[in-house]
Structures are given as structure tokens and as C-alpha cells.
């Protein structure tokens, strides 16, 4: 669907809504509905909003709790994603998917933890390709060595660019980013030992086709 055709969708429920607002059961389902368009219209915060509705109806409704953990994913809060999950699992803990989705989650606690390509750039995490080279090409204007002086300014400035090529790298490839954002980094040193197929891009050991030639200043 297109952004338009969600917020149709949503008004349509919520037409729905008002028509039967004296069926419980019906008002949790709709509301459901509703939540899960603004996830999908990457709206978290409406998400959040319908999805706690749905938990005044019925508290333990996992349906919900999984949405609302979605929503606080898309929003970078990984660790209120994880606490909705464990929540859930609290109610039924052999609820379809949901241990799947614990573990992607804790993953994405670990990850977050340790560097965030995403913030990195500057990005929101449904950023597509474009905007992806575009923010990596300003960022590594700035912070490219050449543009300072003394040497403690370029070893700073070194470092940043080199995390800025880095997630450069993993988001604007498909597959490495599909794996950054199911929870595992694939430029850390412990996929590269335990998966030696990727032998591009390694910022930070030896191994990689990736070179640095500061002295130039331009930027790919």
C-alpha cells in the first residue's frame, strides 16, 4: 500500500469503530486493525496510542503487546521493545512467533548497545538507499581528516569517518543490512570469524578489500 491508502484504511476503521463501539470483542479487533496500519505506515507513535486502546480492553492481549513492542522498535527503544515481548511471553509463552521475536529483539538491545549504523548517519531506520548515500556524503565531508589540523583533531575526525564509511557499508548493501536489522552486526569481528563469505568491508582489522587514502579529500 501507499501512505495514502494506510491513512484511508485507517479512517475507514475508524468509521467502523464508531459504528460498533458496543461490541467489545469487535472494538478490539478494529483497534488491532488500526495499530497495525500506522506500524506498517511507519507512525509509531499513533501505533502506540491505538495498540495501549486495545490493552484497556483486554490487558493481556498479545497481539497488541507485539505491536506495541514493533512500535518502540521503530522508535530505536529497544529495550521497552524487549519488556512488551517478555510481557507477552508472561501471558503464553508458546504464543506463535513470539519467542522468535524475544530473541530478534534482544539482539537489537545487544546491538544498540554497541553502534547503531542508523544514528551513526543520522537516519531513521525505513530510510531508503538515497538517503542513505546522501547523509553518508555529508557526514563524510565533514568529518573527513583532511579538513583539520593538529593531530589530534585528525585522529578523532579518522575515527568518525571510519564509522561513517562503516555504516555507509552495511545500509546501503540489502543483505547486510537486513542482517543489522534482524539483531546482528555484520561487520563485528565474531561474524566474521564464525562466517568468513564476507570478506568486503572491515573497518577496524585486517582481511577487508576496504582501503582508506586520506590526502585527497574527496568523497566517493
Same mark, same amino acid.
Not at 506495541?68 to 510481557?87: F, G, N, P, R, W
Not at 561487520?187 to 585527497?216: A, C, I, K, M, R
Given at each position: ?6 491513512? @484511508? ?28 496500519? %500506522?506500524?506498517? /505506515?511507519?507512525?509509531?507513535? $499513533? ?10 480492553? /483486554? $490487558? ?17 527503544? =529497544? $529495550?521497552? *521493545? ?10 503464553? /509463552?508458546? =504464543? ?9 529483539? #534482544? !539482539? ?9 549504523? =542508523? !544514528? ?14 546522501? *547523509? =553518508?556524503?555529508?557526514?563524510?565531508? @565533514? ?24 555504516? !555507509? ?5 540489502? $543483505? ?11 561487520? /563485528?569481528?565474531?561474524? #566474521?570469524?564464525?562466517? +568468513? #563469505?564476507? +570478506?568486503?568491508?572491515?573497518?577496524? &582489522?585486517? &582481511? ?5 587514502? %586520506? &590526502? &585527497?579529500?574527496?568523497?566517493?
Amino acid at each position: 500500500m501507499q501512505q495514502n491508502d494506510w491513512g @484511508e484504511a485507517i479512517n475507514k476503521f475508524r468509521k467502523a469503530l464508531k459504528q460498533e463501539s458496543r461490541v467489545a470483542a469487535l472494538n478490539v479487533e478494529i483497534q488491532l486493525k488500526i495499530c497495525e496500519c %500506522f506500524i506498517k /505506515d511507519n507512525n509509531p507513535q $499513533e501505533a502506540l496510542v491505538d495498540c495501549k486502546k486495545v490493552l484497556t480492553l /483486554d $490487558e493481556r492481549n498479545i497481539p497488541a503487546l507485539l505491536l506495541i513492542s514493533e512500535a518502540h522498535t521503530q522508535q530505536a527503544e =529497544y $529495550e521497552q *521493545a524487549v519488556e512488551d515481548l517478555q510481557k507477552a511471553a508472561s501471558i503464553d /509463552d508458546n =504464543y506463535p512467533g513470539l519467542n522468535e521475536k524475544l530473541k530478534s529483539a #534482544q !539482539k537489537m538491545l545487544k546491538q544498540s548497545q554497541k553502534r547503531d549504523y =542508523y !544514528k551513526i548517519l543520522g537516519i531513521p531506520r525505513n530510510a531508503d538507499k538515497r538517503s542513505v548515500i546522501k *547523509a =553518508y556524503r555529508v557526514l563524510a565531508r @565533514e568529518w573527513h581528516p583532511d579538513n583539520f589540523h593538529t593531530e589530534e583533531e585528525k585522529k578523532i575526525a579518522e575515527k568518525k569517518f571510519i564509522e561513517i564509511a562503516a555504516a !555507509k557499508e552495511v545500509l546501503s548493501n540489502p $543483505e547486510m543490512r537486513k542482517k543489522f536489522d534482524a539483531g546482528v552486526d555484520p561487520l /563485528d569481528p565474531e561474524e #566474521q570469524q564464525n562466517s +568468513q #563469505q564476507h +570478506q568486503g568491508f572491515n573497518p577496524l &582489522g585486517g &582481511g577487508g578489500g576496504f582501503t582508506f587514502h %586520506f &590526502g &585527497g579529500g574527496g568523497v566517493p
